[in-house]
C-alpha cells in the first residue's frame, strides 16, 4: 500500500512517500480500515519531531484522526462487518494508553488496521472529512468548554489561537452556549472567517495588545469586586500568553488550557491567582461519549467541523508546512 513514513525524528520535509509499504493484516480482535480522510493536528507535528519522554516506535506512520470503510474483519470480530462506515478514536484505553498514529500506525495511508475498541460508528449523513476532524481537534475542544469549562450564556469568553482546529471548534461551542465570543487571530481574512462562525469580537493579535483591548472594552478587573474583564480564557499555546491571560479575568474567572503550541514552561505569575480567585482547569483530550455529542450536534446542523483545504497523500509534507506556519484556518484533510 502507499503510506507516509518516517524513519526517524526530523523536520519539515522528513516524511517520505512508500508506494509499497506492507499491507495490514488483522489480529483476531482487529479490523482493516481503507482510510478515507486524516487530518492533521499539532500532535501529528510534534511526533515527526520527537517528544521528551515518548519512545515512538519506527517506523512510523502517523495521521491521529481518520475515517473510513472496513475491508477486512479479524477471526474473532463479530460486532464489526466488511463495509460499515466508521470513524477512529485514536485513544488506546483498554491498553497501555497510547494513540494510533503514534504508538501504533494511523491514518496517514491507503489501509490502517485498528483494534475493534478504536471504531465508532459513523452515520451516514456524517462525512469522512467530518469526522476525521472530530477526536482530537473537536473532542479537545468540547470536553475543554463544556464538560470541564461549563462555559454558560453571557460569559465573555476570550479564545486565543480561534482560527485554528481546536479554536475554530471552541468558537463555535461558545456561541452555541450563548457566550460573548471574543476571537484572536493573526489576519483580517481569518477575522471574517471566524465572524461567519459567530464570533462576537475580533482581535488580530499581531497588532492590538488583547490585554489593552479587555481593559478598553471590558474595564480593568477589580480584585475586590467582579467588575470588569473576562469570564473565561481559552489557551492553549502556552508561551508568552500565559500571564497576559490571567490579567485579563475577572475575580473567579478561569482560564482553559489543553496544550502549549508556543511553550509549555512560560513565565508564571501566581500573584493574579490567588488575588483574583482565578481557575485554572486543564483537559487533557476526550472521552467516547465527547465523540457522541459532536455527531449528534453535526447530525442537528448545530456544529460544522472547518476544513481549509483538502490534499494527496503526495502533498503530506505540504500539509504539515502549512499547519506549522499557521496558514490553515481550520483543518487539513489528508486523503490516502
Not at 317 to 335: C, S
Request: with cysteine.
Amino acid at each position: 500500500m502507499k503510506a507516509a513514513v518516517i524513519h526517524e525524528h526530523g523536520g519539515p520535509g522528513s516524511i517520505k512517500i512508500d508506494p509499497a509499504f506492507p499491507d495490514p493484516r488483522p489480529g483476531p480482535t482487529d479490523v482493516v480500515i481503507k482510510v478515507r480522510a486524516t487530518t492533521l493536528n499539532y500532535h501529528d507535528i510534534f511526533t515527526r519531531r520527537g517528544m521528551p519522554g515518548i519512545k515512538v516506535p519506527m517506523p512510523c506512520i502517523m495521521g491521529v484522526d481518520f475515517a473510513g470503510d472496513i475491508v477486512e474483519t479479524g477471526s474473532a470480530v463479530t460486532d464489526w462487518k466488511v463495509g460499515a462506515r466508521v470513524m477512529v478514536d485514536p485513544v488506546d484505553r483498554v491498553g497501555p494508553g497510547g494513540l494510533l498514529g503514534e504508538m501504533w500506525h494511523g491514518g496517514l495511508a491507503e489501509y490502517c488496521r485498528v483494534p475493534t475498541h478504536h471504531l465508532v460508528t459513523l452515520p451516514d449523513d456524517v462525512s469522512y472529512e467530518a469526522a476525521a476532524c472530530l477526536p482530537v481537534a473537536y473532542g479537545t475542544a468540547v470536553r475543554m468548554m463544556h464538560t470541564i469549562g461549563e462555559v454558560r450564556r453571557g460569559d465573555k469568553v476570550l479564545i486565543l489561537g480561534a482560527s485554528g482546529g481546536v479554536g475554530t471548534c471552541c468558537v463555535q461551542l461558545g456561541k452555541l452556549a450563548g457566550a460573548e465570543v471574543i476571537a484572536c487571530a493573526s489576519s483580517e481574512d481569518k477575522l471574517a472567517r471566524l465572524k461567519d462562525l459567530g464570533a462576537t469580537h475580533l482581535l488580530d493579535y499581531t497588532k492590538q495588545d488583547f490585554v489593552k483591548w479587555v481593559y478598553e472594552k471590558f474595564g480593568k478587573p477589580h480584585r475586590r469586586q467582579f467588575t470588569g474583564g473576562v469570564d473565561v480564557v481559552v489557551n492553549f499555546t502556552g508561551g508568552d500568553t500565559w500571564v497576559p491571560s490571567l490579567r485579563v479575568l475577572h475575580r473567579q474567572g478561569k482560564v482553559l488550557t489543553c496544550g502549549a503550541t508556543a511553550g509549555f514552561d512560560p513565565k508564571e505569575d501566581l500573584r493574579f491567582i490567588w488575588t483574583f480567585e482565578l481557575r485554572v482547569l486543564g483537559s487533557n483530550g476526550w472521552m467516547r461519549e465527547d465523540l457522541f455529542t459532536l455527531l449528534s450536534l453535526i447530525q442537528q446542523g448545530q456544529l460544522k467541523p472547518i476544513v481549509d483545504r483538502e490534499l494527496p497523500l503526495e502533498d503530506v509534507n505540504e500539509a504539515f508546512r502549512l499547519l506549522e506556519d499557521r496558514e490553515v484556518f481550520g483543518k487539513v484533510v489528508v486523503r490516502p
